[in-house]
């Protein structure tokens, strides 16, 4: 019985700081947050009958999020909106107040967010084994660690350290938080940045002295090309292999820096750009 009106999403505000064609004429408008407004019926040539009204403010109420979109409940002259990834219920009772305002007092008619859970097993995010299939050329070591065996694989000029786990340790889930999940694999060489300069041709692990030394580290004797000499004659290097050591041969440094010495590149002792490296010399 209070006639009807027009839904519509608007950036638009009111613009309080100041007024268009003096202080009794209309109220300026300014970008604002995507919000919801109503606006009276009919329209005429000239416009709206009153001034549209806001009856919603997302930008105050949540944190900036926008509004995308909204339906209208016909039948009980709700509106049910769509702010960032949720649906919130805005009823009747909300939206009269903001287009009759009464003396009741503010904020007991409030948007309500929707309890909408989905139910699934959500498979992509479930842990799983994916078979690798390797070359011929791939070549494999492994070793004892503290936590378990690892193995070093050298496969299309890469090293990586593979966890090796028992058949059958991974029937059943995972619980406690993922605090129980299972070693990951880790990039050893080259880092980042390379583009191509290095390739690893072969990687051994170098077993661990028995004296006494309970450190984690590992290392491992690697052939490479090196990425310092003109052609990129191939080398031996001694590289850490362990989780806590960054990947070897990382590049981002190579091109700040001015000498050899100073790049923080693995330095071969055998082959490569030194004296004992191949058969090409500057």
């Given at each position: 019985?209070?006639?009807?009106?027009?839904?519509?999403?608007?950036?638009?505000a009111v613009d309080s700081s100041g007024s268009i064609g003096g202080a009794n004429q209309t109220t300026g408008w300014?970008?604002?947050?995507?919000?919801?407004?109503?606006?009276?019926?009919?329209?005429?040539?000239?416009?709206?009958?009153?001034?549209?009204?806001?009856?919603?403010?997302?930008?105050?109420?949540?944190?900036?999020?926008?509004?995308?979109?909204?339906?209208?409940?016909?039948?009980?002259?709700?509106?049910?909106?769509?702010?960032?990834?949720?649906?919130?219920?805005?009823?009747?009772?909300?939206?009269?107040?903001?287009?009759?305002?009464?003396?009741?007092?503010?904020?007991?008619?409030?948007?309500?967010?929707?309890?909408?859970?989905?139910?699934?097993?959500?498979?992509?995010?479930?842990?799983?084994?994916?078979?690798?299939?390797?070359?011929?050329?791939?070549?494999?070591?492994?070793?004892?660690?503290?936590?378990?065996?690892?193995?070093?694989?050298?496969?299309?000029?890469?090293?990586?350290?593979?966890?090796?786990?028992?058949?059958?340790?991974?029937?059943?889930?995972?619980?406690?938080?993922?605090?129980?999940?299972?070693?990951?694999?880790?990039?050893?060489?080259?880092?980042?940045?390379?583009?191509?300069?290095?390739?690893?041709?072969?990687?051994?692990?170098?077993?661990?002295?028995?004296?006494?030394?309970?450190?984690?580290?590992?290392?491992?004797?690697?052939?490479?090309?090196?990425?310092?000499?003109?052609?990129?004659?191939?080398?031996?290097?001694?590289?850490?292999?362990?989780?806590?050591?960054?990947?070897?041969?990382?590049?981002?440094?190579?091109?700040?820096?001015?000498?050899?010495?100073?790049?923080?590149?693995?330095?071969?002792?055998?082959?490569?750009?030194?004296?004992?490296?191949?058969?090409?010399?500057?």
């Amino acid at each position: 019985g209070h006639g009807d009106w027009l839904f519509f999403l608007s950036d638009r505000a009111v613009d309080s700081s100041g007024s268009i064609g003096g202080a009794n004429q209309t109220t300026g408008w300014a970008a604002s947050s995507m919000d919801l407004w109503a606006a009276p019926l009919p329209v005429t040539l000239s416009g709206f009958s009153s001034t549209p009204k806001r009856l919603t403010n997302v930008a105050c109420q949540y944190n900036g999020v926008e509004l995308m979109e909204y339906s209208v409940d016909q039948p009980n002259g709700a509106v049910v909106l769509r702010i960032g990834a949720d649906l919130h219920y805005m009823p009747m009772e909300a939206i009269e107040e903001k287009l009759y305002p009464s003396k009741k007092a503010p904020g007991e008619t409030q948007i309500q967010q929707l309890p909408i859970a989905v139910y699934s097993d959500f498979s992509s995010m479930q842990e799983r084994i994916i078979p690798l299939w390797l070359s011929k050329e791939t070549i494999f070591d492994a070793y004892a660690t503290s936590y378990g065996v690892s193995a070093l694989i050298s496969s299309r000029g890469q090293t990586f350290v593979e966890p090796v786990i028992p058949d059958g340790k991974l029937n059943g889930n995972y619980g406690g938080g993922g605090l129980n999940m299972p070693s990951r694999r880790y990039k050893v060489a080259p880092g980042t940045g390379g583009g191509g300069m290095v390739r690893i041709l072969c990687a051994k692990s170098i077993p661990q002295s028995k004296t006494g030394n309970d450190s984690d580290e590992r290392y491992a004797l690697i052939l490479a090309t090196d990425p310092l000499s003109p052609t990129g004659e191939h080398a031996f290097y001694i590289i850490r292999t362990d989780a806590m050591a960054s990947p070897s041969f990382g590049f981002s440094a190579l091109y700040e820096t001015d000498t050899m010495e100073e790049t923080g590149l693995p330095v071969p002792f055998l082959g490569g750009h030194l004296q004992s490296g191949g058969s090409t010399k500057d």
